[in-house]
């Protein structure tokens, strides 16, 4: 992979951390207008290695009509981004790609080759320089709009970057000696990236002390503070060890504060585990021209439907109009509410119709997390707003949920809360293999040991239980059993969180209770209509021994309220099954290639597709993947995929024949 490039010729260089940049000489050369084309570049630069054509295209898009065709547009872009010689950037072999740079300065081909054999191998000088080559997040402003895929990978990048950074930053901070200007610059830089870990910020006080820059650490206390109020934290603590360390004058800084910062736990930043809901303002709508109120009912909807999800703390209306009555701008507003998140309307009328505009901020950041415009007609009225509220609901909380969840996977496990590992545990849990499992299973664990009383942690407890059960990874009926125990702890401590019963309703499937099953997961959806696993769940169980048609009506409504859902091969297949059962095979057939398409589609979607496939005649299709399941350590046969769903006695037959026809019965 290596390419000529002569002694004179400028280097070209490729920076990922921070803005992506492509430099030649140090010179920025312009990027592509497609955010995919950068992305192509980052997948293959951390790959480091030829990847297949197939994988990009299911990482990064999603249900176009040419995926190869754009993936080949993004190559041709960079290659002439890339270019710098006569030899081509962009090495293709078969059906895989990779990036033929030759010595190119590449930041994280970098990184890779100066960690390989650990970091404590190198000296001073090596650990400052990876240290400058972190302006900021990996891919930072890039936004994985409609790719779940990316985005996934993209969270676990930034996450597995920012741990690297705060390695070599730490081993900084223990490499300098006290009072010297590297330590300094070190144990700021490392506050910034750890802004609720009190250790590091007694560290930087008393660093600042040993510098006689008295002015600098009260100022620096005075913003950590604001900090911690805006997070729920308590910054007495702090406070008072900074009166202690001014008291007592050091030449060293004492022991407790030298301990390794990157290892450091935070037991003031966890406030006892205590989880802590974001605060959401739904501001007054606004109208562009004359509209005709709907953005007030809507908006009013919406605050009643985010309330019942109660993952969310939404701020009265009362309070809201208030303030906007007194002229206050809504950056004014989140500050005044402590709001985290703001979400705001607007409408213009023209032709009849009224446009109603939905966007969601971060209250901190300024940054826009989602927007969406409905077009509404009037004559709709209550049916508008059942459908737009659903549709604005399910798509805010969402928007929260990820935010909440990036928040979460940047932060030191030690100074988790509740609710922070209950995010990460749901980061673990929709990669849906084995040790993501085990991993999601232990974040649950911690989220419900700092706090008992959370019941979407014991949910999630449930729902791991749940996987272990139903793909065979663990004995099935200690598994059932452990998921009906956690669902049912769910339900015990909020009744009226929808997911404590959607987790009961899936335990109870996994029973054998259908009948009890379906209630529990329409007494989910009685609370939160917007809550789109519920609505896949019932299609789940409809599909195999219930109403096939309901299953497609609720499968339906699920593709609605998340069309991005991580869950959506789940749903693709539910409308595979219940199409089968309809013996319209070839709706079937079409659903189950849909489904197994999805990037993080399991073995059992994969036997969803082979034997809907093979009813649908198409056996040349089927066999590839006929040929995979047979390919497991055990063969994966269909006695197994009637075993893990719960079909009634026709839908057996009718999947007993799709085996035979693939060699798999």
């Keep these: 992979m290596e390419m000529a490039v002569s002694a004179g010729s400028p280097r070209l260089g490729v920076r990922l951390l921070g803005r992506p940049e492509v430099l030649t000489g140090g010179v920025p050369r312009p990027l592509p207008a497609s955010r995919k084309a950068v992305m192509v570049l980052a997948y293959l630069?951390?790959?480091?290695?030829?990847?297949?054509?197939?994988?990009?295209?299911?990482?990064?898009?999603?249900?176009?009509?040419?995926?190869?065709?754009?993936?080949?547009?993004?190559?041709?872009?960079?290659?002439?981004l890339l270019s710098s010689g006569d030899a081509d950037p962009i090495e293709a072999k078969a059906d895989h790609v990779a990036l033929a740079l030759g010595n190119a300065d590449v930041d994280v081909w970098a990184l890779q080759a100066a960690t390989r054999d650990g970091l404590a191998r190198l000296g001073v000088a090596d650990l400052e320089d990876l240290a400058a080559r972190f302006p900021g997040p990996f891919l930072d402003g890039v936004q994985a709009d409609r790719a779940p895929a990316f985005e996934t990978w993209l969270s676990g990048q930034r996450r597995s970057f920012r741990s690297l950074h705060l390695d070599v930053v730490g081993r900084l901070c223990e490499a300098h000696p006290a009072g010297t200007p590297g330590r300094l610059r070190a144990l700021e830089v490392r506050a910034g990236l750890m802004p609720e870990d009190t250790p590091a910020h007694l560290a930087l006080l008393e660093e600042l002390a040993l510098h006689g820059d008295l002015a600098g650490a009260e100022a620096h206390l005075a913003a950590t503070a604001k900090v911690y109020a805006a997070e729920g934290l308590d910054s007495a603590p702090l406070r008072s060890a900074w009166r202690a360390l001014r008291a007592t004058p050091r030449v060293q800084p004492s022991p407790a504060l030298t301990v390794p910062l990157a290892r450091a736990a935070d037991?003031?930043?966890?406030?006892?585990?205590?989880?802590?809901?974001?605060?959401?303002?739904?501001m007054p709508p606004t109208a562009q021209t004359d509209a005709t109120g709907l953005a007030d009912a809507v908006a009013?909807?919406?605050?009643?439907?985010?309330?019942?999800?109660?993952?969310?703390?939404?701020?009265?209306?009362?309070?809201?109009?208030?303030?906007?009555?007194?002229?206050?701008?809504?950056?004014?507003?989140?500050?005044?509410?402590?709001a985290d998140y703001l979400a705001g309307f607007s409408t213009r009328s023209f032709s009849g119709r009224t446009r109603l505009d939905v966007d969601l901020v971060d209250a901190a950041t300024r940054t826009l997390l989602w927007s969406e415009t409905f077009d509404l007609v009037r004559e709709q009225g209550l049916l508008l707003l059942e459908e737009v509220g659903s549709a604005v609901v399910a798509s805010l909380s969402h928007a929260v949920e990820l935010a909440e969840r990036d928040r979460a996977l940047v932060k030191p496990a030690g100074s988790l809360t509740a609710w922070e590992a209950y995010h990460r545990g749901l980061w673990h849990m929709y990669q849906f293999t084995v040790a993501e499992n085990g991993l999601a299973l232990a974040e649950f664990q911690e989220a419900a040991r700092l706090d008992p009383t959370f019941a979407r942690a014991h949910a999630g407890i449930s729902f791991t239980h749940w996987q272990n059960a139903f793909q065979r990874w663990g004995d099935p009926v200690q598994e059932t059993a452990a998921a009906y125990a956690a669902a049912s702890r769910s339900l015990l401590v909020d009744d009226l969180d929808p997911?404590?019963?959607?987790?009961?309703?899936?335990?109870?499937?996994?029973?054998?209770?259908?009948?009890?099953?379906?209630?529990?997961?329409?007494?989910?959806?009685?609370?939160s209509p917007s809550l789109s696993l519920a609505h896949y769940a019932i299609a789940f169980v409809q599909s195999q021994s219930g109403d096939p048609v309901e299953a497609i009506r609720a499968a339906e409504q699920a593709r609605q309220l998340s069309p991005f859902d991580p869950l959506l091969f789940g749903t693709y297949g539910a409308l595979a099954m219940a199409h089968a059962r309809l013996e319209q095979f070839a709706q079937a057939a079409e659903w189950a290639l849909l489904a197994v398409a999805q990037p993080n589609a399991h073995r059992l979607i994969v036997a969803i597709a082979a034997h809907c496939l093979a009813l649908a005649g198409r056996l040349e299709d089927a066999a590839p993947l006929a040929v995979r399941l047979r390919a497991g350590t055990p063969p994966y046969l269909t006695s197994d995929f009637l075993a893990a769903f719960h079909f009634a006695p026709e839908g057996r037959q009718l999947f007993q024949h799709a085996g035979r026809r693939l060699g798999l019965a």
């Design 45 to 80: 630069a951390v790959a480091s290695r030829p990847v297949a054509r197939s994988q990009l295209c299911d990482l990064l898009w999603d249900g176009p009509n040419d995926p190869r065709g754009e993936l080949r547009w993004c190559l041709t872009k960079l290659r002439r």
């Design 267 to 282: 037991p003031l930043a966890r406030a006892g585990g205590a989880r802590r809901r974001p605060r959401v303002a739904i």
């Design 300 to 338: 009013h909807d919406v605050i009643g439907r985010l309330a019942r999800l109660r993952s969310l703390a939404v701020i009265a209306w009362g309070s809201v109009s208030a303030l906007a009555r007194r002229g206050l701008s809504p950056e004014e507003a989140a500050t005044a509410l402590s």
């Design 499 to 527: 997911l404590a019963h959607w987790s009961m309703g899936r335990a109870l499937w996994l029973k054998g209770s259908h009948g009890e099953s379906l209630a529990e997961l329409r007494r989910a959806i009685d609370i």
